[in-house]
């Protein structure tokens, strides 16, 4: 079994930067793929990034592209988030997830194992 535990998330203003953390424990070598989603009050949950287990791969959703940033570092079993030029659109709770399975996808339903999620808000 795996847990994740997400951190970094707060309270900023429009424009400003903050670095999501996403720490893996347990059987991590189950897990390839990883993502970032998001879910605003009243929405649903949505990919915003995800990356495969070597980095080499990864897929940003429209609203990421050119502000937001996924890595990951094995050796710490630590995945990131960086966040640039943040909007107040983009105020949610963030996730992050894994899946067994071997490719990155966009349903939230390929990704079996969830953090608890980290509030990000952006004032205006």
């Known amino acids: 079994q795996v847990q994740l535990l997400e951190s970094g998330g707060g309270l900023v203003q429009s424009g400003d930067s903050l670095r999501l953390s996403c720490a893996a424990s347990?059987?991590?070598?189950?897990?390839?793929?990883m993502a970032w989603f998001r879910q605003a009050p009243g929405k649903e949950r949505e990919f915003v990034a995800g990356?495969?287990?070597?980095?080499?791969?990864?897929y940003d959703a429209d609203s990421a592209k050119g502000r937001f940033t996924i890595s990951r570092d094995n050796a710490k079993t630590t995945m990131y988030l960086q966040m640039n030029s943040l909007k107040p659109e983009d105020t949610a709770v963030y996730y992050c997830?894994?899946?067994?399975?071997?490719?990155?996808?966009?349903?939230?339903?390929?990704?079996?194992?969830w953090g608890q999620g980290t509030q990000v808000t952006v004032s205006s």
């Open positions: 347990g059987r991590t070598f189950t897990i390839y793929p």
């Open positions: 997830a894994g899946s067994t399975a071997a490719y990155i996808d966009f349903r939230p339903d390929h990704y079996d194992t």
């Open positions: 990356i495969r287990w070597s980095g080499a791969d990864t």
